[in-house]
C-alpha cells in the first residue's frame, strides 16, 4: 500500500511502447540452418503455386553491384541463392548444414525435404535451427510448394513438437502469402491457450521467430526480400536485421513477429504478469499491432512513501479506468496494482534520469 503525495502526474502514451521490442527470453547466436531454394517449374496440378514475379532488370543489376555479385549468375533466382548462402556463411556462429536449389532439372519430392528438416532438428547440437525457404508459395496459405505438394505450416509444428520443441526455431519464409505462416503460429497458440507473452511460451516450448516477405495477402518479388534496401544480418540474436514491416515493394511489405519476446513489462528472471492484468490481449493483437494501441493509454508518475520510506512508481493503465484511478488518487493511500500494472518504481523523491529517459521515450509522440 503506498501513501501517496500530491506530485503525481499524467502522461499520454503513443500507440507504441517500444519496450516491447527490447527482451526476449530466447537469445540465440549458435545455430545450425537450412536452405532451400525451389524455382522448379513443375508442380502438382492441385496446388495452387504461385510464383515470385519478376523484378525489374535495371533494379536487379544495381542490387547486384551494391552486393558486389556474381554476374555469371543464371538468372535471379541463382543470384538470390548467392544472397542467401552468403548470409547464412559470413556469421562463424551460423553453420549452414544443409543447402538444396531446385531447377527445373533437379526437383526434389517433398518428402525429401520433410525427412531433411526431421534430420536437422534430430541431430542438431545448437541451441537453435533456421530455416530458409525460398521459391514458390500457395496461394492463400503459403505453403512450400513442391513438384508433388507442399509443406504446410501445421506440419512443420508437428515436426517441431515432436524432434526440436524446446529449442529456438527461425523460420525466413520468402515466397507469396508466406506472412499467413505468422498468423497461424498466433491462432496456434490461442488456440493451445498460451498467453501472449514470452514467458508463457518458454515455458509451453515454442520458442518461434518468423519473417516473411510478404503479408498474408500479398505476393513476393524475385530477388527484393534477401537484398532488401534495409538488409537482412543474422549475426547476433540480439541486432537481427529482418525487415519486419518495411514496404518492399509498392504491393510488398515484410512481415514478421519474434514469438519469443516478452509482452508483460517484466524481465526474463521476472514472474510473468501477463495474466494479472485487467485489460489483457492476445497473439492476434501482438501479430497485427493491435495490442499495444488497445490495451494502456497512459502513464502515471506516483510519488509517495513507503513503509516510511520515499518511493516512486511508474503505472499504467487503461483509459477506460482513468477516472477512477484519479479518484482513488485523491485518497491518501492506493493498492497501485489494482488499478494498473507497475512497470517501474523505486526508492527516493524521484526516479533515477535513466529511467525517465525510458519513460519519455514512450510517453510522448
Partial sequence: MVERSTQSRLEKLPAKDPRYNETTVSAVTEM??????????????????IPKEEMDVNEIWSRIEKLNLSEDGDGAYTREYQVVQRLLTEDKLKTLKYEFEETDNSQRPRQFYI???????????????LIWYTGYGERHTGNWCFKDGTISFALIIDLYQTFFQGKVLYLICDCAHAGQWVMNFAKFLEDHSIAACGHKAKENGYLLKIFTSCRPEETAKDFCFSTSCSGVEIRSDKCLGFPTSNELSPTQTAFGKDFTKLLCFQNIDQKCKVGELTHKWNWVDYVTNQRTSTVFDYVYLVRGTENGKDAWYYVLINSGC????????????????????????????????????????FAHD
Fill in 32 to 49: 545450425e540452418c537450412m536452405l532451400i531454394a525451389a524455382y522448379g517449374q513443375e508442380y502438382d496440378p492441385e496446388t495452387k503455386a
Fill in 115 to 129: 525427412d531433411k528438416i526431421a534430420e536437422l532438428f534430430q541431430t542438431c547440437k545448437d541451441p537453435g535451427a
Fill in 322 to 361: 482513468k477516472e477512477q484511478f484519479k479518484i482513488a488518487l485523491d485518497d491518501d493511500k492506493i493498492d497501485l496494482e489494482k488499478h494498473g500494472i507497475v512497470v517501474y518504481s523505486g526508492w527516493g523523491k524521484k526516479p533515477p534520469e535513466n529511467i525517465e529517459a525510458k519513460v519519455q521515450a
